[in-house]
């Protein structure tokens, strides 16, 4: 009965998550989770919230959440916007920013949502190619544009850009929005969020999805000027008015105040990152350089579908992308637990 829906809809063509597959007992390296629980004081502050106030909404504007990371990152509470998950809080940035004449600019190899929200938003996209090396060349964003949007470090590559070219590049774009999309620099990066209060056309997103352990809580947050942040608190409450519930509130302000707990699992990531590079590099792989919790790799022999199918049959789940073909030979696995990255290693060799 697609007769009845809107005409549109027949057009879309919607975002393919990576696999949550159901099965136990999985070595799950596929979509970039951290491996590590959410520190306790997360649990005790959504047991908390609860227990307390469930039949009640939540505050609309998340004030004491939006205040924890203003003071976290030395900002005011109106440069900060939070959101259900940053693909909720990117959707809403195409929509504030970049419905424009002229096209929005990012990498032809990069995070999959931006083309998907194009498409919803009905913004016309203009893929920039990475370079021989699979990085970003900042300068090839110097030509007309409605925006830019890029992560950093960028997906699925996990390839760093150092802030002075984001800074060179904000100096000599100054009519459009930059969207740094910071979804993984807490694992080896610098943050664009000290820019913000220089450039008034930055737009910094980060999410609470990976470095903080906490995917299953959908929480993420963009930061900028203010007058950026009243576009996007348009949008939002144009949408939905209470996109953050209590429980996630009070998680997300606990993983930003136990600053203790997030050092020791990002500490741990990088320390992992650096073994299994080394041990695919040992194994016959090229290996990107990474500031991510995944790394990008292709093996100089073997095929990354055949490999990431044998995988597969061992319970050990990576991510492999078909399209486009500059990367159809490259295997993305996220940095687990060492046990985790045993058992990819010890499953690779079985295949190689
Ligand atoms: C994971 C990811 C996101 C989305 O994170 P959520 O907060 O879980 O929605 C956004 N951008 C990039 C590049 C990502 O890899």
């Known amino acids: 009965m697609s007769n009845l829906w809107s005409p549109r809809v027949h057009e879309l063509k919607p975002y393919v998550p990576g696999e949550q597959p159901k099965m136990a007992r999985l070595v799950k390296l596929n979509?970039?989770?951290?491996?590590?629980?959410?520190?306790?004081?997360?649990?005790?502050a959504i047991t908390q919230a609860a227990t307390d106030s469930l039949q009640l909404y939540p505050d609309p504007e998340s004030t004491e959440l939006r205040q924890t990371l203003a003071d976290y990152y030395q900002l005011s509470i109106d440069e900060v916007f939070v959101g259900n998950g940053s693909d909720e809080v990117l959707a809403h940035a195409f929509q504030a920013f970049f419905q424009q004449d002229k096209p929005l600019l990012f990498p032809d190899i990069s995070y999959s949502f931006y083309p998907v929200y194009c498409g919803l938003y009905q913004v016309t996209p203009k893929q920039v190619p990475l370079d021989e090396n699979l990085a970003i060349r900042l300068q090839d964003y110097e030509q007309a544009n409605g925006g830019i949007i890029f992560p950093n470090p960028n997906a699925p590559t996990g390839q760093l850009l150092p802030l002075e070219a984001i800074e060179?590049?904000?100096?000599?774009?100054?009519?459009?929005?930059?969207l740094v999309d910071e979804a993984y620099i807490d694992f080896g990066g610098e943050s664009a969020a000290n820019l913000v209060p220089k450039y008034p056309n930055l737009l910094v997103v980060q999410?609470?999805?990976?470095?903080?352990s906490l995917a299953?809580?959908?929480v993420g947050f963009a930061l900028g000027q203010q007058h950026l942040i009243d576009a996007l608190v348009r949008v939002k409450d144009s949408f939905n008015s209470y996109p953050l519930d209590r429980?996630?509130?009070?998680?997300?302000?606990?993983?930003?105040?136990d600053e203790a707990y997030f050092q020791v699992g990002r500490t741990a990531i990088i320390k992992e990152r650096e073994r299994l590079t080394q041990a695919l590099i040992g194994l016959g792989f090229n290996v990107l350089p990474s500031a991510a919790n995944f790394v990008f790799a292709s093996h100089k022999g073997q095929a990354a579908a055949a490999l990431a199918l044998g995988l597969r049959e061992q319970g050990i789940i990576v991510r492999h992308f078909k399209q486009p073909e500059k990367i159809a030979n490259y295997l993305r696995i996220t940095v687990g637990t060492s046990e985790q990255t045993d058992a990819l290693l010890a499953g690779l060799q079985s295949l190689l």
Do not use: C, D, W
Request: glycine share 4%; no cysteine; proline share 9%.
């Open 31 to 44: 979509t970039n989770e951290h491996p590590m629980p959410p520190s306790p004081k997360v649990v005790a």
């Open 168 to 178: 060179e590049l904000l100096q000599k774009n100054t009519q459009s929005v930059v």
């Open 207 to 212: 999410t609470l999805s990976k470095s903080r």
């Open 216 to 218: 299953g809580l959908r």
């Open 247 to 257: 429980l996630a509130q009070a998680g997300a302000k606990a993983a930003f105040e």
